[in-house]
């Protein structure tokens, strides 16, 4: 009998169970993978590792307000190894045809460096911030009322309760309505697949939330996103707990409407794994999924609302030689064909992608030891992968269209990068059939369950669920990327052991 069973070794199911282990608890945590940390891990190609989740994270700087809570809760549940190395400053450029602009931070170098660029925007540019820290007020008052607890939350919809249920409702489209030159409104709406959703169906008080965690500056983790779970993974070790993986989660039981347990099987044996507590980092779907169809029907209509969000391709780039001396740098590269930010790749076999967001992880981490990489995203319509999907194996055409596609990107990369396009020796792509079979992604969605104002106000994403004993921790929670994540890990955690909820205060 556990204390507690984690199914999902994503950030947000390590965070759960390295805060429940720091109170004594013994923690189960299954990992269906063959390595943990979710979309944290890396994987090797020959002579290149790449990250498959991992592009900068916020929040870990060393001050001591916000800019450096999710440092300070880290350091508090791991081993105390886990250190981050700050990206170059602007750390975020947009490139439009003939137009280049470096977004650097803090807040005032930012909006300073667009009044610099935008002289007769300075009304609009004023107006932009102040919209901004309104939403991410109204985000908190949100949050609250659906993840922390009853007296947390009365406190927060008396203060902001009206205002959270005026910005749940307005789209990143709606704020940028209001920004009449078409370089500025491309520059602040840029980085929307930060979270996955364009500027249309994006809640602005994710926008907000999301651009605004870098005021503090962007960092990557010193050794690679895996540090991450080698650092957590002590601390539930030390409290009497465990790590499995390959370890497939079939069904979580439910005995007199509560959750009790799982049935997991581990290299063709089939188990049963008891627990007082069941958290799910998995994601909505595949936990639904795992439940009998007769538990919870409510909720299951309330989750048939919700679709997965857009997926995307990314093709990894081993190079050789020096890429810095050819112009590459560690900050991030956001690549529009034209100002129209809105744009999906809709028909990547016969289209370039519309945006690239371009990384070079290689040149963030001062411990990188192999040769030189990059890594370039472009998010892309689902539909057009949905032919294999459903597919038990990969087939031919497939292969063929993935490789068509693979190197329609690599095209666009050495276009926009022709001195580095030399010294490329070694690419792969993954697409959403690759996030399905990996982190077992419903659709190959991006960020889980699709970001949209319906989103927000779902009671479907709710720490609690409708299940006693069955919590859901991880991104759907709490929202996309790897802080927030770990935070509706660290949530769900509290919920089961109240005492927690006074560390979210570090």
């Not at 369950?449 to 669920?465: F, I, K, N, W, Y």
Request: hydrophobic share 45%.
């Amino acid at each position: 009998m556990w204390d507690a069973i984690v199914v999902g070794s994503g950030i947000g199911g390590l965070a759960a169970a390295a805060a429940l282990a720091k109170r004594s608890k013994r923690v189960l945590l299954l990992e269906q993978h063959t390595v943990p940390g979710g979309q944290t891990q890396t994987f090797r190609r020959q002579g290149w590792v790449f990250a498959t989740g991992v592009h900068y994270v916020s929040g870990v700087g060393p001050q001591e307000g916000p800019e450096g809570q999710f440092r300070r809760l880290l350091e508090w549940l791991g081993d105390g190894s886990l250190r981050f190395a700050p990206c170059v400053n602007p750390y975020d450029i947009v490139h439009l045809p003939g137009f280049e602009f470096g977004i650097p931070h803090p807040e005032a170098a930012y909006r300073a460096a667009l009044h610099g660029r935008f002289p007769g925007e300075g009304a609009a540019i004023d107006d932009w911030f102040h919209a901004c820290h309104e939403a991410r007020k109204a985000g908190m008052a949100l949050m609250a009322s659906h993840d922390l607890p009853a007296w947390i939350a009365w406190g927060f919809r008396l203060l902001r309760g009206r205002q959270a249920d005026r910005w749940s409702r307005h789209t990143l489209a709606d704020q940028l309505a209001d920004i009449a030159d078409p370089r500025l409104h491309a520059v602040l709406g840029a980085r929307w697949a930060d979270y996955g959703a364009p500027p249309t169906t994006a809640p602005f008080i994710e926008h907000a939330l999301v651009t605004g965690a870098y005021d503090g500056g962007a960092y990557y983790p010193v050794g690679g996103p895996a540090r991450f779970a080698e650092s957590l993974l002590p601390t539930v070790r030390a409290a009497g707990g465990e790590c499995r993986l390959g370890a497939e989660v079939r069904q979580i039981l439910v005995e007199n409407e509560r959750a009790v347990g799982v049935e997991v099987v581990e290299g063709g044996s089939r188990a049963i794994e008891r627990a007082e507590h069941v958290i799910s980092d998995i994601g909505l779907a595949n936990t639904l999924a795992r439940l009998d169809a007769l538990v919870a029907p409510a909720w299951r209509e309330q989750a048939s609302r919700l679709a997965p969000g857009l997926g995307y391709v990314a093709l990894y780039i081993g190079f050789e030689g020096d890429i810095s001396g050819a112009g590459a740098t560690s900050a991030n590269h956001w690549i529009y064909d034209s100002e129209d930010i809105d744009r999906v790749w809709r028909q990547p076999a016969d289209e370039d992608a519309p945006g690239l967001f371009i990384s070079f992880p290689s040149l963030k981490d001062p411990a990188w030891k192999g040769s030189p990489t990059a890594e370039v995203l472009a998010v892309v319509d689902r539909a057009a992968f949905a032919t294999w999907l459903d597919e038990p194996q990969l087939s031919n055409d497939y292969a063929a269209f993935k490789d068509w596609v693979t190197q329609r990107l690599l095209g666009q990369f050495n276009r926009h990068f022709p001195t580095l396009a030399p010294m490329v020796r070694f690419y792969e792509a993954a697409t959403p059939l690759t996030q399905r079979r990996f982190v077992r992604a419903v659709g190959g969605s991006m960020y889980g369950v699709e970001m949209s104002v319906e989103r927000q106000s779902s009671d479907a994403l709710r720490l609690r669920t409708p299940v006693p004993g069955l919590l859901l921790a991880g991104q759907d929670v709490t929202g996309p990327g790897v802080q927030a994540a770990f935070m509706g890990g660290l949530m769900a955690a509290a919920t089961v052991e109240p005492a927690l909820w006074r560390q979210l205060g570090r």
